[in-house]
Every structure is written in structure tokens, then in C-alpha cells.
């Protein structure tokens, strides 16, 4: 409000407010962790190098960087698409698209926070108590989903009003499009979303990458066979059809990984670790 109403900066005040408040939460989260968690404190001896570890991380961190990166350069083939459908389309979806976008912290968070409970679990051999709380996360997810397509439904055109100006019906035929293809990404991102981290927490992170090169190749014969048999307007449902599979991918490896081992029905074993049981 001060960048944008008081000192009428535009864009950049955008930028510049982005960026502060960064800043300012980054250390506030800091101070806070050096207050309340003396043993997090960094000292000079923590500076060294330890080749095992950085294979490690390494290792359960690349697939899902890489995986991020292909499902963005996805994004980026479908929305040069969708820009070629005009500016009453780019119009239309990028409002919409803020609205799903603040929608979907809610779900976004508890799919974060999911990876490091299992893993956090599974590493004190309470794999119970990890399936159980994988559970509550999605019966939570899956709330908050139902939540969000309500919203989704009721609010899309006043949402839209902020930020058109004057709303006609190509504008609004696009919007509601857009809407319909929203609610089914909300229907996938408990699973897609929350069975992502999973994977990384027992150790299967290359199913991540797998599946971000199913959503990839997904994207892309949906955006060519849409072209081919001239279904221009398809093109905007092309990202979240494009996550379907994955989706299924994900789900059947969670159903193997998780639900059908045995490792997940007890606590105080070491079953899961155990690399010649599996």
C-alpha cells in the first residue's frame, strides 16, 4: 500500500515491497531461531565439509529439484500457448490464477510439512505413527480442497473484478474455463502434491523425477493434439490434465511403498530400514 497508493512507484514498488518483506521475515525467522533454539546456533567449527553427508543430500534432493524444474518448463510451453489466445485470455487466467494461487496455501503447507513429519518418524523407527500422520494430512488436504473449490466457485468473478477493469464475455467465458480446470487441479494437489515429499521421506526420490517428466510429456502431446484438432480453448486445461497421471503414478507408489508394507503397521522396528526386507 505505501509503494503502490502513497508513493505511486507501480510496478516497481511491487518489486520493492516483495523484497522487503522478505528481508524483514528472513530476519525475524532468524533472530527467533537464535533466541528459542540455542543449539541451532552456527559456529566456526560447523564450517567443514563431510563428503558422505553431501552425497546424501544430494541424492534425495536432486530428483525433486529437477522434477520442480521440468514441471516449470512445462508452465512455460503451455502459458506461450495460452498468451497466443490474446490479452482478454492472459487476462482472465492470471486473475484467476492469484485467487487458486492463495487458495492453495493452505493445502501447500501441510503437503510441505508432511516429508519432514515421516521422515522425522521413520527415523526413530515409529513408521505407525508416520502412516498415521500422512493420514490426518490428507483427510486435512482433501478438507481444505473441498474449501477452496467453494471459494473458488462463489468468488471467481468478484475476484475478477479487481483486477480487470471492465469485464466482457470473451474475459469471463475464459475465466470460467480456467475455473472449471482449477477445481480439478484442487482435486489432485492432496495426493500429487502431498505423495511428492512423501516419496523423498522413505527414500524413493527418483519416482519424483519420473513423475515430472510424465507431467512434462503430458503437457506437451496435450498442447499438441489440441493445436492439431484446432481446440485452442483446451489449451488452458492442459496443465492440470497434464498432472492426472502423475497423479495416478504417485498414488499406486504410495499404495505399494506405505499401505502394503508391512514396516508401516508397527513402531519400534527397524523393518523399513532394513534395505534386505525390501
Avoid at 552456527?42 to 565439509?49: A, K, L
Avoid at 527415523?123 to 500422512?134: D, E, H, N
Avoid at 502394503?260 to 527397524?270: H, Q
Amino acid at each position: 500500500f505505501l509503494f503502490l497508493v502513497a508513493c505511486h512507484l507501480g510496478v516497481t514498488g511491487v518489486a520493492l515491497s516483495a523484497l522487503i518483506a522478505g528481508i524483514i521475515s528472513d530476519i525475524v525467522g532468524f533472530v527467533y531461531l537464535l533466541i528459542a533454539h540455542p543449539e541451532l546456533r552456527i559456529h566456526r567449527g560447523d564450517f567443514h565439509f563431510e563428503k558422505a553427508e553431501i552425497a546424501k543430500q544430494l541424492r534425495l534432493s536432486l530428483p525433486l529439484a529437477l522434477q520442480l524444474t521440468v514441471i516449470s518448463l512445462g508452465g512455460f510451453w503451455i502459458q506461450s500457448a495460452i498468451d497466443g489466445l490474446g490479452k482478454n485470455a492472459i487476462l482472465a487466467l492470471s486473475a484467476l490464477g492469484k485467487l487458486t494461487a492463495c487458495l492453495g496455501l493452505f493445502g501447500n503447507g501441510l503437503n510441505n510439512a508432511i516429508g519432514p513429519f515421516m521422515a522425522q518418524n521413520l527415523g526413530k523407527s515409529q513408521a505407525k505413527r508416520a502412516k498415521q500422520g500422512l493420514n490426518i494430512e490428507l483427510a486435512m488436504a482433501f478438507g481444505f480442497s473441498i474449501l477452496d473449490a467453494v471459494i473458488l466457485i462463489f468468488c471467481y468473478e468478484p475476484v475478477l473484478g479487481i483486477f480487470v477493469s471492465e469485464i466482457n464475455g470473451e474475459i469471463l467465458s475464459y475465466a470460467r474455463l480456467g475455473m472449471f480446470f482449477n477445481l480439478l487441479v484442487l482435486a489432485i494437489n492432496p495426493f500429487y502434491g502431498s505423495f511428492r515429499y512423501v516419496l523423498g521421506a522413505i527414500n524413493k526420490p527418483l519416482w519424483n523425477l519420473l513423475a515430472g517428466l510424465l507431467q512434462l510429456f503430458s503437457q506437451l502431446l496435450l498442447v499438441f493434439v489440441f493445436a492439431l484438432f484446432w481446440m485452442p480453448y483446451a489449451v488452458i486445461g492442459a496443465g492440470a490434465l497434464a498432472q492426472v497421471l502423475p497423479a495416478i503414478l504417485l498414488s499406486i507408489l504410495i499404495i505399494h511403498y506405505v499401505y502394503r508394507d508391512p514396516a508401516f503397521k508397527k513402531d519400534g522396528s527397524s523393518d523399513f530400514w532394513d534395505s534386505s526386507k525390501r
